[in-house]
């Protein structure tokens, strides 16, 4: 059977960072510093998603470099709110819009900041119940797919959240595997548990990795605005073809590994990768895999994973999936989205 391309082999790959602020919520940029800040970084995409307001910066977009619509709604719990100073939990959605002049949003964007309200005037807000309560959220992604975004659940560590808030999750397009922000801030914002077991519950989910950036360095000195994102396979950088490729799924989410090519044929993975000391398999049941440095080499650049006895075995399980982890020799990973069985040749 032929080789297949689990990430597209495009001529360019994009860094994303998809969870950003700036001064039009509680960030301390103009957006055009935060475009500056990234494309000196590297970086060709930022989604900017400030704080319950949904805003278009693509005046800001050039050749190189591609701002997407966005915004992050929070829906708190009142029943949760430890004290006054400490916000209790609450969950945190970030919407992409698939086109950039989309400025829908849930709910009313608070007026607060002067700076803010030239885009919070632009905004097209509905009123829907901010409650805390699956139903109430799960309303709010699915009014939020009709009107055309791509919806993330964010940071369930800062958001003191747990099963019982996202177990029961519809509808989500990604989850941040990691929220370099959170982490910098001194929370264990590393989701990948989280995001497999959602994956376990049926849910076809991509992983983000994000910086949730709100200033380059966190309150504690931590640089973290660099340091999480999504590497994004699309044919060009271009509005459509970057939001295509996120919706079928050509990305990964890294700290640091960068994958060169992951291929499928015959029942087999092969990766091609920047240098890691280990690269894992997980599914979506007890099958697994571990590649690490052959001959005592400190690290690897290839792997190959014979996942056939896997496909028999599952061929008739729905929802099996499989997907990948590397880490380098500092720790930093990357994550793969997971592969169902049910999209692969087999
Ligand atoms: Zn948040
Ligand atoms: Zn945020």
């Given at each position: 059977?032929?080789?297949?391309h689990?990430l597209?082999p495009?001529?360019?790959?994009?860094k994303a960072?998809l969870h950003?602020?700036?001064?039009?919520?509680?960030?301390v940029?103009?957006?055009?510093?935060?475009?500056?800040?990234?494309?000196n970084?590297g970086?060709q995409i930022?989604?900017?998603?400030d704080?319950n307001?949904?805003?278009?910066?693509?005046e800001?977009?050039?050749d190189?470099?591609?701002?997407?619509?966005?915004?992050?709604?929070?829906?708190?719990?009142?029943e949760?709110?430890?004290?006054k100073?400490k916000r209790?939990?609450t969950?945190?959605?970030?919407?992409?819009a698939?086109?950039p002049?989309?400025?829908?949003?849930p709910?009313?964007a608070?007026?607060?900041?002067e700076f803010?309200?030239p885009?919070?005037k632009?905004t097209?807000p509905?009123d829907?119940?901010?409650v805390y309560?699956?139903?109430?959220i799960?309303?709010?992604?699915?009014?939020?797919?009709e009107?055309g975004?791509?919806?993330?659940?964010?940071h369930?560590?800062w958001?003191?959240?747990?099963?019982s808030?996202?177990?029961?999750?519809?509808g989500?397009?990604?989850m941040e595997?990691?929220n370099?922000?959170?982490?910098a801030s001194g929370y264990?914002e590393?989701?990948a548990t989280?995001?497999q077991?959602m994956?376990?519950?049926?849910?076809?989910?991509m992983?983000?990795a994000?910086?949730?950036?709100?200033?380059?360095?966190?309150?504690?000195?931590?640089?973290?605005?660099n340091?999480a994102?999504?590497?994004v396979c699309?044919?060009k950088l271009e509005?459509?073809?970057v939001?295509?490729?996120?919706?079928?799924?050509?990305?990964?989410a890294?700290?640091g590994?960068?994958i060169?090519?992951l291929t499928?044929e015959?029942?087999?993975?092969?990766?091609r990768?920047t240098?890691?000391?280990?690269?894992?398999v997980?599914?979506?049941?007890?099958?697994t895999?571990l590649?690490?440095p052959?001959?005592d080499?400190?690290t690897?650049e290839?792997?190959?994973?014979d996942l056939?006895e896997?496909?028999?075995q599952?061929?008739?399980?729905?929802?099996a999936?499989?997907?990948?982890?590397?880490?380098?020799p500092d720790g930093n990973?990357a994550?793969t989205?997971?592969?169902?069985?049910?999209e692969l040749?087999?």
């Amino acid at each position: 059977m032929a080789q297949i391309h689990l990430l597209p082999p495009v001529e360019h790959r994009f860094k994303a960072n998809l969870h950003t602020h700036s001064r039009i919520s509680d960030g301390v940029m103009t957006p055009a510093e935060v475009k500056a800040l990234y494309k000196n970084a590297g970086f060709q995409i930022v989604a900017m998603t400030d704080h319950n307001i949904m805003a278009d910066h693509s005046e800001l977009s050039d050749d190189d470099f591609l701002m997407l619509t966005g915004g992050e709604f929070n829906v708190n719990d009142p029943e949760f709110q430890p004290s006054k100073h400490k916000r209790g939990k609450t969950y945190h959605l970030c919407m992409i819009a698939r086109c950039p002049d989309n400025l829908w949003q849930p709910f009313p964007a608070p007026m607060k900041r002067e700076f803010a309200i030239p885009y919070i005037k632009k905004t097209r807000p509905e009123d829907m119940p901010r409650v805390y309560g699956i139903k109430e959220i799960n309303d709010i992604i699915a009014k939020a797919n009709e009107m055309g975004f791509l919806v993330t659940y964010n940071h369930p560590v800062w958001s003191l959240q747990d099963y019982s808030d996202w177990s029961g999750l519809k509808g989500l397009w990604g989850m941040e595997v990691c929220n370099s922000g959170s982490v910098a801030s001194g929370y264990t914002e590393h989701n990948a548990t989280v995001y497999q077991d959602m994956l376990r519950l049926g849910m076809h989910l991509m992983p983000v990795a994000a910086s949730d950036m709100h200033e380059e360095k966190s309150r504690y000195g931590m640089v973290y605005y660099n340091t999480a994102w999504c590497t994004v396979c699309a044919e060009k950088l271009e509005y459509d073809a970057v939001i295509a490729a996120l919706e079928k799924g050509d990305l990964y989410a890294s700290l640091g590994p960068e994958i060169e090519s992951l291929t499928w044929e015959d029942g087999k993975v092969r990766i091609r990768c920047t240098p890691v000391r280990s690269i894992q398999v997980e599914t979506h049941f007890r099958t697994t895999r571990l590649a690490i440095p052959k001959d005592d080499a400190a690290t690897m650049e290839e792997a190959e994973f014979d996942l056939s006895e896997w496909v028999e075995q599952e061929r008739d399980t729905p929802n099996a999936f499989f997907r990948l982890t590397l880490t380098d020799p500092d720790g930093n990973y990357a994550v793969t989205r997971a592969y169902w069985l049910s999209e692969l040749p087999v």
